[in-house]
C-alpha cells in the first residue's frame, strides 16, 4: 500500500495537482511512512518527471510551475517532522538565490530554488531586489557553496558583476560556485563577468548545480 501512496504523490506533483500532493503526503505520514522516504520515494521522483517532460517539450513553464508549487506546499508538511525526528534530506550543497537589486521579477528564480531544493540541495531564498551586500553575507552565514543570481532586467545585469567583484573582495569567492540567469543573460555574459556558469531555464540550473557542487 505504502508504495502506492508514493507513487500518487509522485503523480500529484508531476501533474502540479496540489491538493492531491498535499493530501498524499498527509496520509502517508498518518500510515506511518517517513518523511524522507516520502520525499525520496514521492516528491522527487513527482519533480523530476515533470523537469522532463519540461525537457522534452512536453510541458510549459505553466505545467512545471504548477508542479513546484505542489510539491513546495507538500515539503511545508514535511519539513516540521523531519526537525521533530532530527532528520536531514541528503544535501547536494548549499545554494543562496536571489533576484539582483533593482529588479523584482519573482517567478523563475523562485522556481530554480523550488527545483534545486526537490533534488537535494538546501536552499536559501533571498528574495527579489537583493543588495550586493545580502548575497555577500548571506553566502558567509550559511556557508554556501553556490550562489545562483537572477537578473531579468539588462539595466540590472552589472549587479551580477558587482555581486562577483564582491565576493571577491571578502575572500569569498574561491570557496563559492556562481550561476547567473535571467533573460538577457547568456554564456558571453557568465563568461565575461567571471561566472562559472549560466542556465537557460530551471532544469538546466538544476544540471549546472549538480556539475558544480561536484567539481
Not at 520525499?39 to 515533470?50: F, K, N
Not at 508542479?67 to 550543497?93: F, I, K, N, V
Not at 545585469?157 to 574561491?174: N, Y
Request: proline share 3%; aromatic share 4%.
Amino acid at each position: 500500500m505504502s508504495h502506492e501512496q508514493l507513487a500518487s504523490i509522485a503523480t500529484a506533483v508531476t501533474t502540479g495537482d496540489k491538493a492531491s500532493a498535499v493530501a498524499g503526503t498527509q496520509q502517508a505520514l498518518a500510515a506511518g511512512i517517513e518523511p524522507l522516504t516520502v520525499i525520496d520515494e514521492g516528491l522527487v521522483p513527482g519533480i523530476r518527471e515533470a523537469g522532463d517532460r519540461f525537457q522534452c517539450g512536453d510541458y510549459f513553464l505553466p505545467n512545471l510551475i504548477a508542479s513546484a508549487r505542489a510539491m513546495s506546499a507538500a515539503m511545508q508538511l514535511l519539513e516540521p517532522e523531519l526537525h521533530a525526528r532530527q532528520q536531514m534530506a541528503r544535501r547536494l550543497g548549499t545554494v543562496v538565490i536571489g533576484t539582483v537589486k533593482g529588479d523584482i521579477h519573482e517567478i523563475g528564480k523562485s522556481l530554480v530554488a523550488t527545483m534545486l531544493a526537490a533534488n537535494g540541495f538546501e536552499v536559501h531564498d533571498l528574495g527579489v531586489d537583493v543588495p550586493i551586500e545580502r548575497f555577500v553575507s548571506a553566502v558567509r552565514e550559511h556557508q554556501a557553496n553556490l550562489v545562483g543570481m537572477s537578473a531579468l532586467l539588462t539595466t540590472t545585469m552589472g549587479v551580477q558583476r558587482k555581486v562577483i567583484e564582491a565576493l571577491r573582495a571578502e575572500g569569498l569567492r574561491d570557496g563559492v560556485k556562481v550561476m547567473v540567469g535571467g533573460a538577457p543573460v547568456g554564456e558571453q555574459w557568465a563568461a565575461q563577468i567571471g561566472a562559472d556558469g549560466y542556465a537557460e531555464d530551471a532544469v538546466g540550473a538544476v544540471e549546472l548545480a549538480k556539475r558544480l557542487a561536484s567539481g
